[in-house]
């Protein structure tokens, strides 16, 4: 089955620098990418994701990028400010031809300082 | 639009006892998931139902976890009996696919299940 590995599991930055968060993923049949935010006791949302026909995608202060070749992925997140510190977690998906089963990385927990 | 609604959002039981979750998707969600997420952990999906059938369930712990989705609609999820490496926060989610058929998973508060 799919595996996906996250890093750094911790990332601390000062606000207004920039964060970068990194997986890779096993199964190169695996066509979605999303990223989910996950603040302390509450559900994850969805902040951007990414198909595997495109090798970016930006959203205002955040972008993700895919390398379908070295089968890695990573979310760029700009100008942090404060309310960016959260735990973020990357997926894996074939998408609906796998029934769109979700496997995630193991979070990173982002903290921006004052 | 509704999110999706789960219950109750913690429990406290002792292991060996039983317990249920009970979640209500999104109103439309064809698609229906169970995540177990220990702490530190990302979510691991459990089961994924497909309306009222069963698409996944490899990695349901089915000598103790069961779900069902009879209805097609909202769904349960037990176990019994329960173990202290259960105590996790349970997630449901639900999702129905877009005009170029991605499915967007929107998951639910959770249930915060603590096992003594």
């Known amino acids: 089955g799919e595996n996906v590995e996250q890093h750094p599991s911790t990332l601390s930055v000062q606000e207004g620098d920039s964060a970068v968060i990194k997986c890779t993923y096993s199964?190169?049949?695996?066509?979605?990418f999303p990223w989910y935010k996950q603040e302390l006791g509450k559900r994850p949302q969805l902040i951007i994701d990414?198909?595997?026909?495109?090798g970016e995608k930006k959203d205002q202060r955040i972008a993700v990028t895919l390398n379908k070749t070295a089968k890695h992925f990573s979310l760029h997140i700009t100008e942090t400010q404060p309310e960016d510190s959260a735990v973020y977690f990357c997926?894996?998906?074939?998408?609906?031809?796998?029934?769109?089963?979700?496997?995630f990385g193991t979070g990173t927990q982002l903290k921006v300082e004052l | 639009e509704a999110g999706v609604a789960q219950s109750p959002r913690y429990k406290i039981i002792e292991k060996r006892q039983s317990v249920a979750f009970w979640c209500n998707p999104i109103?439309?969600?064809?698609?229906l998931y169970w995540y177990q997420q220990i702490l530190g952990q990302g979510p691991k999906l459990l089961i994924q139902?497909?309306?009222?059938?069963?698409?996944?369930d490899s990695q349901l712990p089915k000598d103790r976890f069961s779900a069902e989705r009879l209805k097609g609609v909202d769904s349960t999820l037990k176990i019994q009996p329960a173990k202290l490496e259960d105590s996790a926060v349970y997630l449901c989610?639900?999702?129905?696919?877009?005009?170029?058929?991605?499915?967007?998973?929107?998951f639910g508060p959770g249930t915060r299940l603590l096992v003594l």
């Open positions: 997926a894996a998906s074939r998408g609906t031809g796998g029934g769109n089963k979700l496997t």
């Open positions: 989610a639900s999702s129905s696919p877009d005009r170029m058929n991605t499915q967007y998973q929107y």
């Open positions: 109103s439309g969600h064809a698609t």
């Open positions: 199964d190169s049949a695996s066509n979605y």
């Open positions: 990414i198909r595997s026909n495109v």
């Open positions: 139902f497909q309306n009222n059938g069963v698409v996944d």
